[in-house]
């Protein structure tokens, strides 16, 4: 049996999703972009957004007893790839001690102030300290 996790967020009412899925000792978390989804608010900034995309990838996984840590696999989705040099440090730092299976895909989203979207998995107690 799996559970849901929300974030809140009203695209996941409209579009009928959940910002995670639990499966056994597995955690999907669906792509995340860079919205403060308790005000709405998007900032312009790709840095400022990368850094709400893993708070609100970070809240998600901790509902699933998990953090970055955990993360197994992460797919990046970057709007224009000259915004590389101000995110890496910070996916750098993110995603240090998890060193997951990693894919960056340069593509549209779905609103175009959008600049990045993160999706990952991960599992439950993959990070031994």
Do not use: W
């Not at 709405?40 to 900034?45: A, F, N, Q, R, S």
């Not at 995603?95 to 989203?109: C, E, G, K, Q, W």
């Amino acid at each position: 049996m799996v559970k849901h996790i929300s974030s809140g967020s009203p695209f996941e009412a409209k579009v009928s999703y959940s910002r995670a899925v639990i499966d056994k000792d597995m955690v999907y978390v669906s792509g995340s972009t860079g919205y403060d989804y308790e005000t709405m608010i998007l900032p312009e900034d790709v840095a400022a957004q990368t850094r709400n995309t893993l708070a609100t990838i970070s809240k998600a996984l901790a509902q699933a007893n998990c953090t970055l840590n955990d993360v197994v696999r992460v797919r990046y989705y970057l709007k224009d790839i000259s915004d590389i040099d101000a995110v890496i440090p910070l996916l750098g730092e993110a995603f240090a001690r998890s060193r997951p299976a990693a894919t960056l895909i340069v593509a549209d989203l779905i609103e175009a102030e959008m600049k990045i979207e993160i999706e990952v998995t991960a599992r439950v107690g993959a990070y031994i300290s």
